[in-house]
T-cell receptor, first 115, second 109 residues
Framework: ETAVFQTPNYHVTQVGNEVSFNCKQT?????MYWYKQDSKKLLKIMFS???????VNETVPRRFSPQSSDKAHLNLRIKSVEPEDSAVYLC??????????????FGEGSKLTVL | QQKVQQSPESLIVPEGGMASLNCTSS?????YFWWYRQHSGKSPKMLM?????GEKEEGRFTVHLNKASLHTSLHIRDSQPSDSALYLC?????????FGAGTKLTVKP
């Protein structure tokens, strides 16, 4: 049963355009993440928020920016996309238990194709 | 470079056979490990977690952890065609789960 919702599921765009992906979780979790999964299935963490506070900010190009309005929502904006941005972007949420992150629950993914 | 290394890259086992997958972290600050399974076209789902040294068994799946060497392994006995998937290992350090490149398991009927 999906409880982490991502939109859109697919997006095709041209180099240089701006793209936004939205993510909402209904699990009541405190922590949300964005991961990038490339064509070789390598899954890389990009950002993580805990209660609207940025706690993980990996080395990603500046054109990527996360946005969190509340702990149930985490969006990802890409300004001026490049061909190497083509990938599946996976949103995840997890509970926060005793200072440790709990199990990740992933959304279905947003597949970006940059022409 | 990847801090979580998985081997082998791919594995083919016959139906009913045993599959053994390995994972090692080069990050000494990893606190615990997760194993996730990702079927083709789907998103990853948690399979098992292991926090302390030793062994943990859940049905056909057994996970081992050696914290000193930061090595974990996943063993699937009586493998089924439905077990065919990408198996991802994650090391969790400072609340940032980082994944390895995965092992693609194919179970042949």
């Amino acid at each position: 049963e999906t409880a982490v919702f991502q939109t859109p599921n697919y997006h095709v765009t041209q180099v240089g355009n701006e793209v936004s992906f939205n993510c909402k979780q209904t699990l009541g979790h405190d922590t949300m993440y964005w991961y990038k999964q490339d064509s070789k299935k390598l899954l890389k963490i990009m950002f993580s928020y805990n209660n609207k506070q940025l706690i993980v900010n990996e080395t990603v190009p500046r054109r990527f920016s996360p946005q969190s309005s509340d702990k149930a929502h985490l969006n990802l904006r890409i300004k001026s996309v490049e061909p190497e941005d083509s990938a599946v972007y996976l949103c995840a949420s997890s509970p926060w238990t005793g200072g440790n992150t709990g199990q990740l629950y992933f959304g279905e993914g947003s597949k970006l194709t940059v022409l | 470079q990847q801090k979580v290394q998985q081997s082998p890259e791919s594995l083919i086992v016959p139906e009913g056979g045993m599959a053994s997958l390995n994972c090692t972290s080069s990050d000494r600050n990893v606190d615990y490990f997760w194993w996730y399974r990702q079927h083709s076209g789907k998103s990853p789902k948690m399979l098992m977690s292991i926090f302390s040294n030793g062994e943990k068994e859940e049905g056909r799946f057994t996970v081992h952890l050696n914290k000193a060497s930061l090595h974990t392994s996943l063993h699937i006995r009586d493998s089924q065609p439905s077990d065919s998937a990408l198996y991802l290992c994650a090391g969790v350090n400072n609340n940032a789960p980082r994944f390895g490149a995965g092992t693609k398991l194919t179970v042949k009927p």
